[in-house]
C-alpha cells in the first residue's frame, strides 16, 4: 500500500534511503572527497556528475578544474556531511564509494550542476536523483554559468569536456546536427502516429 501511495503521490522509496553522517577529511577535485566514516577515511564519488579534470595524468588542468575543486572544498569542509548511497549500487570499479553528499540538507552534487561547476555525467546504473540534476543542468546551462560560458566546452554528447578549440568547434557543429536530426525523426513518427489514428478512426 506504501508503494502505491508513494507513486501516486509522485514520491519515491529513494527518499527513505538513509544519510549516513561523516566527517571531511580533504578534498581530491570537484566531485571526489575524501571522509571518515566509521573511523575509517573513505573516497567518496559525487554520482551523476562531472567535473573537469585537474589531476588527472597525462591530462593538461582543464578550465574551471581549479575553481570547481576550490568550491567544493568551501562548501564541505565546514559543514555537517552525511552521504547517502543510490539503491541500484555503492562502489564504482575503482572500489571508490559513489554517493550524494550532503552539506546539511543541501545536496553537493545538485549545486555543482547549479552553479556550473560541473556537468551530469557519468549516468550507470545510479540513477535516483538524475531528474533532479538534469533540470538543474538545465538552468546552468540557460545562464551560461561556468562551464557554460565556453561555447562547446562540454561534450553534450558524450562524457568530459572539449580541451581543444577544434574538439569544441567541432561539438558545437555536431550538437545541432544531432539535435536537428533527432527534432526530424520525432517529427516523421509523431506525423505517422497522427496519421495512423485518423485512418483508424475514419
Known amino acids: 500500500m506504501n508503494f502505491i501511495l508513494s507513486l501516486l503521490l509522485g ?7 538513509p544519510h ?3 566527517q571531511y577529511v580533504h578534498s581530491v577535485d570537484g566531485d571526489t572527497v575524501v571522509v571518515k566514516k566509521n573511523h ?9 556528475v562531472d567535473t573537469p579534470e585537474s589531476k588527472k595524468p597525462n591530462t593538461p ?10 568550491f567544493t572544498e568551501s562548501l564541505v569542509k565546514t559543514c555537517d556531511l552525511s552521504i547517502q548511497y543510490d539503491t541500484k549500487g555503492k562502489t564504482d570499479k575503482y572500489g571508490r564509494d559513489l554517493v550524494y553528499l550532503y552539506c546539511g540538507n543541501e545536496m ?7 552553479k556550473g561547476y560541473a556537468r551530469v555525467g557519468y549516468v550507470y546504473q545510479q540513477k535516483d ?23 562547446g566546452y562540454v561534450n553534450e ?17 555536431f550538437s545541432e546536427f544531432l539535435r536537428k536530426l533527432l527534432h526530424n525523426i520525432l517529427d516523421d513518427i509523431i ?4 496519421k495512423a489514428l485518423k485512418d483508424l478512426f475514419k
Open 191 to 194: 506525423d505517422g502516429v497522427i
Open 129 to 151: 536523483h538524475l531528474r533532479t540534476l538534469e533540470n538543474a543542468q538545465s538552468i546552468a546551462r540557460a545562464k551560461g554559468l561556468k562551464i557554460w560560458s565556453i561555447k
Open 157 to 173: 554528447d558524450g562524457e568530459g569536456f572539449n580541451d581543444s578549440e577544434a574538439d569544441r568547434n567541432s561539438e558545437g557543429s
Open 20 to 22: 549516513i553522517p561523516v
Open 61 to 70: 588542468v582543464q578550465p574551471y578544474a581549479i575553481e570547481a575543486s576550490k
Open 11 to 17: 514520491t519515491s522509496l529513494l527518499n527513505q534511503q
Open 108 to 114: 553537493v552534487n545538485k549545486t555543482l550542476v547549479e
Open 40 to 48: 575509517r577515511n573513505v573516497t567518496v564519488r559525487l554520482l551523476l
